[in-house]
C-alpha cells in the first residue's frame, strides 16, 4: 500500500463549481500537508500548506486535514477554467532525520469547462 | 511564495554525454534541496536530498555515481547526469526547502538523451 493514495481522475467540472480534492494516507506521524498546482510540463507551485488538524483558507482555497482519519481535502470555490492542472498532495514527517522529504500523491487531474 | 530557477530548462543531448542541471534559490536561503524525478502523467519521484556542505542521501535505487549532486552553496545545488542514455530521459525538478520548512519548486528541466 501507498504511503498517500489520491485518486488520478480525471474530474471534469463546468465553470463556477465546488471542487473538491482528496488525499488519504496511512503513516500517522506525517506532520506536514500541502496541496501543490502543477501545470502541465511546469514544476508544481504551492497552493496551500498547513501543519495541524482543521481548516485553513486562502483566497479561493481551503485546505482542510483530518488526521484521526488520516485524510486531507482542497476545496476550489467558484472554479474557473485557469484552474484546469494536476493537483497533487503532498506530507512529510516532522523528524529531521527524514530530511523532510515529500510524500506525493498521484495528482489528480482536473479540468473545468467554461 | 519564494522563488526557484532551474537551468537549462531543456536540454537535448547525445548517448554518453554528461549533462549538469542547476538548482537555485533566488530570494531565500536553503540549507536543504531536493531533485525529483517525474515521467509523464506519473507523480513526483523522489532522487535525492542534497544538503549544503555535506554528501547527498539518495533514495533507494538512484545511483549516486550516475546521479552526481553538488550543494555548494545556500543557494545552489547541481545535479549531473553522468553518461546520459535514452532511458534517462525525463522532466527533472528540484525543490528548496526555507526555514518555515515549505518546500519550493523550480519549473523543471525537460532532459532528451538522444
Known amino acids: 500500500q501507498k504511503e498517500v493514495e489520491q485518486d488520478p481522475g480525471p474530474l471534469s467540472v463546468p465553470e463556477g463549481a465546488i471542487v473538491s480534492l482528496n488525499c488519504t494516507y496511512s503513516?500517522?506521524?506525517?506532520?506536514?500537508f500541502m496541496w501543490y498546482r502543477q501545470y502541465s510540463r511546469k514544476g508544481p507551485e504551492l497552493l496551500m500548506y498547513t501543519y495541524s488538524s482543521g481548516n485553513k483558507e486562502d483566497g479561493r482555497f481551503t485546505a482542510q486535514v483530518d488526521k484521526s482519519s488520516k485524510y486531507i481535502s482542497l476545496f476550489i470555490r467558484d472554479s474557473q477554467p485557469s484552474d484546469s492542472a494536476t493537483y497533487l498532495c503532498a506530507m512529510s514527517l516532522s523528524n529531521s532525520n527524514s530530511g523532510y522529504a515529500l510524500n506525493f500523491g498521484k495528482g489528480t487531474s482536473l479540468l473545468v469547462t467554461p | 511564495g519564494a522563488v526557484v530557477s532551474q537551468h537549462p530548462s531543456w536540454v537535448i543531448c547525445k548517448s554518453g554525454t554528461s549533462v549538469k542541471i542547476e538548482c537555485r534559490s533566488l530570494d531565500f536561503q536553503a540549507t536543504t534541496m531536493f531533485w525529483y524525478r517525474q515521467f509523464p502523467k506519473q507523480s513526483l519521484m523522489l532522487m535525492a536530498t542534497?544538503?549544503?556542505?555535506?554528501?547527498?542521501?539518495?533514495e533507494q535505487g538512484v545511483e549516486k555515481d550516475k546521479f552526481l549532486i553538488n550543494h555548494a552553496s545556500l543557494t545552489l545545488s547541481t545535479l549531473t547526469v553522468t553518461s546520459a542514455h535514452p532511458e534517462d530521459s525525463s522532466f527533472y525538478i528540484c525543490s528548496a526547502r526555507d526555514d518555515r520548512e515549505q518546500q519550493f519548486f523550480g519549473p523543471g528541466t525537460r532532459l532528451t538523451v538522444l
Open positions: 542534497s544538503n549544503e556542505g555535506s554528501k547527498a542521501t539518495y
Open positions: 503513516n500517522s506521524a506525517f506532520q506536514y
